[in-house]
């Protein structure tokens, strides 16, 4: 069962574009929800989250935007930038369930095009 | 800034050995945890341990262990390595439990072939 579903797997964009990544999940006990990013050769590392309680989370270049109706949270990436180019990572937690172990999308590979 | 450090970044064993995947904190976090990354699957959570000696099942438990003798140090367990354990490990920590969820520091993965 996968619990959280992450879109596109591709992703190409022109530099100075926005890249707009797309995350639904299923368990509606969610209450946190960080985006990673991963470069070749290197560990995920945090890039922005957000809990529910809020519709939107902007940091920098970076924005999150959470439907919690729908289910549903987007990472948008604002005047992308080559060095933007790597793996990012959608994910959920409940934290209260007392598995503190996050649920991850499977990946989607951005490259940005010169 | 955290550091999360795994002991290999290649390691090549054969089937059958017991294999020890090496992690150690050092930012006093509560929580450690244990994940394998494949292509087109993203993460799986194997295991993690919100303190020492404590040790809790992930969504892929099989063919692993784990011990957390010391609250810096965790350490992932293949048992008797098989081929379809051939993947990258990633460990991660995160400052305690709780409401609200809170960061996780990942270091920069171990990729394990079984030959």
């Known amino acids: 069962q996968q619990q959280v579903k992450q879109s596109p797997q591709s992703l190409i964009v022109q530099k100075g574009g926005i890249s707009i990544i797309n995350c639904a999940y299923e368990n509606t006990a969610f209450d946190y929800f960080p985006w990673y990013q991963q470069f070749p050769g290197k560990g995920p590392a945090l890039l922005i989250a957000i809990r529910p309680d809020v519709s939107e989370k902007k940091e920098g270049r970076f924005t999150i935007s959470f439907n919690k109706s729908a289910k549903q949270f987007s990472l948008h990436i604002m005047d992308s930038q080559p060095g933007d180019s790597a793996t990012y990572f959608c994910?959920?937690?409940?934290?209260?369930?007392?598995?503190?172990?996050?649920?991850f999308g499977k990946g989607t590979h951005l490259i940005i095009q010169p | 800034d955290v550091k999360v450090t795994q002991s290999s970044r290649y390691l090549v064993k054969r089937t059958g050995e017991k294999v020890f995947l090496e992690c150690v904190q050092d930012?006093?976090?509560?929580?450690m945890f244990w994940y394998r990354q494949d292509p087109g699957l993203g993460l799986r959570l194997i295991y993690f341990?919100?303190?020492?000696?404590?040790?809790e099942k992930g969504d892929i438990p099989e063919g692993y262990s784990v011990s957390r003798e010391k609250k810096e140090r965790f350490s992932l367990i293949l048992e008797s390595a098989s081929t379809n354990q051939t993947s990258m490990y990633l460990c991660?920590?995160?400052?305690?439990?709780?409401?609200?969820?809170?960061?996780?520091?990942f270091g920069d993965g171990t990729r394990l072939s079984i030959l």
């Open positions: 930012m006093d976090h509560e929580n």
């Open positions: 994910a959920a937690l409940y934290s209260g369930g007392g598995a503190d172990g996050l649920t």
């Open positions: 341990s919100y303190d020492v000696k404590m040790k």
């Open positions: 991660a920590s995160s400052r305690y439990r709780g409401q609200g969820g809170q960061p996780q520091h």
